[in-house]
């Protein structure tokens, strides 16, 4: 049995068995997961080619009335409709607004908050009906007008999918994430022909953890969805290709990329803010929630009649901004429609993603920005800024970065790229407490850490932080006087356990109190000094036949936490690998609280070692 608090516990201890001296925690089991993630990756590339042809079959009937699947997404712009153009997002709305209330409200948002939170406090657990639900309800509201991407609502079908595959199998919940996080990198990754950034986006915003054993099975998932996404007709990378740029960038490009940084910074931290406004808005009307896709698709029809280039997709226009195929006076009125209705209809609640309005609304600034920036060439500020303003806005600069070098395979601008991105990074982690992905998580009571660091549990031995002086007793002890001396009374020591030792100092088991009372004497009465005691075993040894807890001195204090949890124990005592029998000391839970203090003394205590300007003497 097990003792919890501070007790001992009288059980043998099997715990799953970790190689301490390696770099890594991975075992075996990342074979399994990574066979596992292929069909992942299958599965992904068939729903992500579901998605845009059902966004262009959509497009097609609420726009040109064609009963018809097109072989790539179409934009809404061209349509005969004229005025009538307002009514179909409205119909769109109106449509995901009775999907949701009575099929699932969690195919409302752009997808990857709702993704976040089945990986949090969903325990990676997304039914069937969202797998089914999400990319239908996206198609339908991207395909009447509304101004999203395909990459949300990809990203959590595809992670429902994994689940889903995840859940038919004898898995643990972290290797249920690991699935959950390969199925979005492959929809995401067959998606748009990139599997790198669509690792990346995993590691900087889904998995929470940087191991082998997720990281691995998410890539194999990703590269299967890239390898088959040309076979499916979804097209060869790059999405969009352009003319490479200089083999070295100019000065005057790499200081104009700060600029570039420091404004995509600010349009991040406006469209969260707009996004989360229209979303309190919506929050205060007299109306069910149903309603309100249906009011932010009458914002989203009006913006639409004024510029249709600002519904949909919008591939095309991204295409043109990578060629330098634009007139920078003609993206004021684009960049002002798409980022209000876009901010508008996703704090309706409707269903749609964020990544292409914001490689839109970035490539538009960068559009305008060069007409006063260096370089002469109109191509390259639209793709730092849509890079800048994704990385910025997603809190994802690693993938803002390889996202633009992969949709355009220019890797020239890489460093120009680097700077730009970082500085929106920095830019908004400085000024804005949370991402627009994380701010609807927390909105729902949900806190969220996006910062990787060693565990400082790992910095350091169990030998580094144990107790060594030990009180031990003689296994020769009696009974009698054992309660008397260590358990009642006017005992000067009062622990609930202590480790047996026999003449020649080896461990041979533990003591505790409740073993003692509850195992041996029943229910016989005894007062404090232990008297009346006149049945049950004669010495020590005879109570501590079974073998204690242990943990050896070079093993982390990770392992010694790991080991207190899983037994729901508070002390362990500490060993000799080499002499198991060897009681060195014991380390208990307050203990291990020396190696956050010296990882917080680390992070808070500053000091100088050399002055400067001072001669030494």
Known sequence: MAQTGDRWALVL??????????????????????????????????????????IGFFTNVFYY??????????????????????????????LIGLMARYGSDRIRGHGIPEALEAILIGRSRMSPRVAVLKPL?????????????????IIMTGGACGSLIAQGFHLTAAERKTLLVAGAAGGMSATFGTPVAAVLLAVELLLFEWKPRSFVPVAVASAVAALVRSHLGLGVPPLFPVSLHAAQPAMAVLLGAVPVGVLAGCTAMALTGAV?????????????????????????????????????VGYDIIAELLRGDYVPQALIGLVLVKAVIW?????????????????IIGGALGG?????????????????????????????????IVFALELTDDVRLLLPLLIAVVIAHAFTVLFMKRSILTEKVARRGHHVSREYSLDPLERLLAEDVMTADVIAVP???????????YFLGDAPHRHQGYPVVDPSGDLVGIVTKSDLLQEWLGPLQKDDAGEGLETGPLITYDVAKRRPITIHRRETCRAAAERMAEAGVGRLLVVSREDPKRLLGVITRSDLLKARARALEEESARERFIRLGRASR
Do not use: N
């Open 368 to 400: 305008l920005e060069s007409a006063v920036l260096p370089g002469g060439d109109p191509a390259l500020w639209p793709l730092l800024s849509m890079a800048a303003v994704m990385g910025g806005t997603m809190r994802s600069p690693f993938t803002g």
């Open 276 to 312: 989360y406004a229209a979303e309190d808005r919506f929050q205060k009307l007299p109306i069910h929630w149903m309603w309100w896709p249906a009011l932010g698709g009458l914002a989203v029809g009006l913006g639409g009649w004024l510029e249709p280039r600002a519904l949909g």
């Open 475 to 485: 296994a020769s002890l009696p009974v009698r006087t054992l309660l008397r001396d």
């Open 13 to 54: 201890y099997s715990p799953r068995r970790v190689d301490d001296g390696a770099d890594f925690t991975a075992d075996r089991r990342v074979v399994w997961l990574s066979l596992l993630a292929i069909p992942v990756g299958l599965l992904c590339a068939g729903v992500a080619l579901v998605l845009l042809r059902l």
């Open 65 to 94: 009335q064609r009963f018809a699947i097109p072989s790539e997404v179409l934009s809404p712009a061209g349509s005969p409709l004229g005025p009538w153009m307002i009514a179909v997002p409205v119909a769109g709305g109106l």
């Open 343 to 359: 901010a508008v209809a996703l704090g309706s609640g409707t269903s749609g993603g964020v990544l292409a309005p914001l490689l």
């Open 137 to 153: 309800s996206s198609a339908i509201s991207i395909g009447s007008g509304g101004p999203f991407g395909a990459e949300g609502p």
